[in-house]
């Protein structure tokens, strides 16, 4: 009797049709995701889903058809800003929420999660900003955070309110010696990068002088004042009456050797604090660099300087 039911029931249970697997449902987005989906999103309207019903009716009523919207033109800039590729990086869970990094000037900049408290149907989210650059933090002026208050309203994280706060460290000896630091290395590579285009204009000025001259002149004065007649309809390149007068942007120049053949062109920073580099050149009008600061070491064992050298040492480039 046993065998009996135990076979009515196996033969039932074969006998019923198998019940179709449905994937479980995929996790509602949290306020965090809801956040990177708004600014950075690639969808259509990705902003205009997590405002507020009543934000976006408010908008409507201000759009004109003939031009984009405010909303339209912040989706734009976050889709800018994605295709990037791999240089943008977004981070769902963790401290930090995004990190976008510029290898040509190895820079990087990070936006940490301060806070992201949820309660209930809130969820309040704070966000602080750094840069580095080659590895080191970079001080700021002052120290930014925004704070995010995302509401649930229909099943959907919406953006609800937002605030900004700075404040400065002003008592604190390692932040002002951090960014006192900063700013003058930022003066430092605004200065190199002055001399080595004022060491052009001077090459220039030497090759357009040696034209109508039987040689070559040591005195900047002289090649500024032929350097001012144009010819042609296109202009020579400039020295104004600083660098005429051998001081320019923390740095001096000198012109030696001048024969009809030869001539020296070399700048040092003026202090110490000025620059990092000495430039130099000739009548090869091949420039030329020193990283002691030294004008005598440029003109004897002076590097070659080259594109790569602009960007790294000054961060900016050379046309």
Request: glycine share 6%.
């Amino acid at each position: 009797m046993r065998r009996i039911i135990l076979w009515a029931l196996l033969t039932t249970a074969t006998m019923m049709p198998a019940q179709p697997q449905t994937a479980p449902p995929p996790p509602p987005q949290s306020a965090r995701q809801a956040l990177l989906e708004m600014f950075l999103g690639q969808g259509p309207d990705h902003l205009k889903k997590h405002l507020p019903e009543v934000t976006k009716k408010a908008f409507a009523k201000i759009e004109s058809g003939s031009t984009p919207s405010f909303l339209t033109e912040v989706e734009a800039i976050g889709k800018e800003a994605t295709a990037g590729g791999g240089n943008l990086q977004t981070m769902e869970t963790g401290p930090v929420l995004l990190v976008t990094e510029q290898p040509q000037n190895r820079e990087k900049f990070e936006i940490t999660v301060e806070r992201d408290d949820l309660v209930g149907d809130e969820d309040q989210i704070d966000l602080s900003f750094q840069m580095s650059r080659n590895g080191k933090p970079e001080a700021l002026p002052f120290l930014p955070r925004l704070t995010f208050m995302m509401q649930m309203e229909s099943g959907i994280w919406r953006l609800n309110e937002t605030s900004f706060s700075a404040r400065m460290r002003l008592a604190d000896p390692d932040f002002l010696k951090a960014l006192v630091g900063q700013i003058e290395e930022k003066q430092q590579r605004t200065n190199e990068f002055t001399a080595n285009f004022s060491i052009r204009a001077i090459v220039a000025a030497e090759t357009a002088y040696h034209s109508k001259h039987p040689g070559y002149t040591c005195s900047l004065s002289e090649l500024a004042a032929a350097n001012s007649e144009t010819t042609g309809e296109r202009p020579r390149t400039p020295i104004d009456p600083d660098l005429a007068k051998g001081a320019k942007q923390g740095y001096v120049f000198a012109l030696t050797g001048c024969d009809a053949l030869h001539y020296r062109i070399a700048a040092e920073p003026a202090t110490p604090s000025a620059g990092r580099r000495a430039y130099c050149a000739d009548e090869s009008g091949v420039l030329k660099f020193s990283n002691n600061s030294k004008a005598s070491t440029c003109l004897s064992n002076g590097q070659t300087f080259s594109q790569d050298a602009a960007d790294v040492s000054t961060g900016f480039s050379i046309d």
